[in-house]
C-alpha cells in the first residue's frame, strides 16, 4: 500500500467504488485538490489511517476527512469507531457526524451514509437521487418480484440495496457494473436535495 500524500486534503473512505463516487461528485461539486484515499474496507481505518499519519508529508495536511457506512447499525456506532481511530493518533475529533472540529490546525470531518443518523449505505444515498423515476420504480418492483425465489441458503446474504443498484445500472448505457462507475458516467443525480447534507460537509470541511 502507496503512503503517498500529495495534497493538503485527505478523504478517507471505504474502497474502490467509494472513491470513484467521490472522485465525481467533488468534481460536480467544483471542489478541487482533494486526495481520496481507499482504506480497502470498513474495519480497515484502523491501520490505514496510522500509516498516513506516519507518512512524512501529513505534517503538511489542514484538512482530514473520513467517509463510512453505518451498514446495519445506527450511525454513531460508525462514527464512534472512526473517533477512535483519531484518538489512538492523539488527534481531536468532531463532536457529531457530519460536524467539522476546527479547533486544531488540522480540520477533521465525519460523515456517516447515508444520513448520519440511522443504518444503511452509500447505495442508500445513490438510490435516493433517482427515487422518483420509472426506473427505480422498475428496478425495486424487480427486485420485489424475485424476493421469494432466492435461494434459500442465499437468503441471509442477499443485499437489496447493492441488488437494486446493480438492476438499475444494468438498464443504462452505457453499462457499468458499480456504483462508482455509475457516478463517473453520470448516473446518479447529483443534483437531488438528498444530498445537500454531503455537499455542506465537504464544502466545510475542504473550501
Known sequence: MSTK????KLLLVEGKDECNFFEAFLR????????IIDAGGKDKFPYVFPAYFGAENFRNVTRLGFVRDAE??????AFDSICGVLRAQRMHHPTAPA????????????????DNHG???LEH??????????????ATAFIESISDKIFTDEQDKFNVPKATVQTYLAVRAPIVNSLGL???SGFWDFNNSCLDELKTFLSDLFS
Open 5 to 8: 500524500i500529495i495534497s493538503t
Open 28 to 35: 460536480h461539486c467544483q471542489m478541487d485538490g482533494v486526495q
Open 72 to 77: 446495519a447499525n445506527m450511525a454513531k456506532s
Open 99 to 114: 460536524v467539522v472540529d476546527k479547533s486544531t490546525p488540522v480540520f477533521t470531518g465525519v460523515f456517516i451514509m447515508p
Open 119 to 121: 443504518e444503511g449505505m
Open 125 to 138: 444515498l445513490c438510490l435516493q437521487t433517482i427515487s422518483g423515476t420509472a426506473l427505480y420504480s422498475s
Open 182 to 184: 455509475g457516478a463517473k
